[in-house]
């Protein structure tokens, strides 16, 4: 397999994963075979264990169609990182801790290396709303922010009636895009909303714009910046 190669100055961004897998076996079957057209640069399996299976200075195939901000079709600007989980179709499991503990470090690593900001921490679902959900709602972005990896809200009082459904839908999209959100689809709103609050609001991830998931937006694209 040949992959191009890039400068370390390309990297701004990781990309987080699940597996999507019945096993790590096919999983790692599937991300070093060719044929596949699906690789990453590690996986991290249930006990910990990180697999460098593409050399950071190469594009692994990892984010297909794909915005964030300025940028288009992530692969050539980015780390993608697998964690080993069945997913949403053969049962969606907690991350385990050791798991998570050996993201924070490798994190860390990659954001000293390559200066990576802490908005380009990002799921697959936040670069590819309409077509993928994963890392998933069980995926502990509150814990990595608390670890100075990814950003998240802070703790926002909830009033009398805040998860009433609002009308202002206008509003919302506006403070996605300054997030760094591009796939913008009105006719597929249910489906970004669900993936915001996948990492956003996961106790209650419905699809509908409510009050208290468009207070999180408003918090967040105050702390963005359009680049």
């Known amino acids: 397999m040949i992959l191009k190669q890039r400068s370390n100055k390309s990297i701004t ?13 096919e999983s790692l079957k599937k991300l070093t075979n060719p044929k596949s057209k699906v690789s990453c640069h590690y996986l991290i399996n249930r006990k910990g264990k990180v697999f460098s299976l593409v050399k950071d200075n190469h594009i692994a195939w990892h984010a297909g ?8 079709n992530l692969n050539k600007n980015s780390i993608g990182v697998e964690l080993v989980n069945k997913g949403h179709k053969y049962g969606y499991q907690k991350f385990t801790k050791v798991q998570i503990n050996r993201l924070v470090i490798l994190c860390r690593n990659l954001k000293k290396k390559y200066r990576i900001k802490n908005q380009f921490i990002l799921g697959h679902s936040d670069i590819a709303p309409l077509r993928k959900i994963d890392p998933g709602e069980k995926f502990p972005w509150k814990y990595l922010s608390s670890k100075n990896i990814g950003i998240y809200p802070k703790k926002i009082k909830i009033k009398n ?8 839908n206008k509003a919302f999209f506006k403070n996605l895009y300054k997030i ?7 006719r597929l709103q249910n489906r970004i909303i669900k993936n915001f609050q996948r990492r956003y609001r996961q106790k209650k991830v419905n ?9 999180i937006s408003d918090i967040l694209a105050k702390k963005s910046n359009i680049s």
């Open 13 to 25: 961004a990781i990309i987080l994963h699940y597996t999507g897998m019945q096993s790590e076996r």
């Open 65 to 72: 169609k794909s915005m964030w901000k300025k940028y288009r």
């Open 207 to 215: 699809g509908f714009l409510d009050k208290e998931t468009l207070k």
């Open 161 to 168: 009636g805040f998860q009433l459904k609002t009308k202002n």
């Open 180 to 186: 760094g959100y591009r796939y913008l689809n009105k």
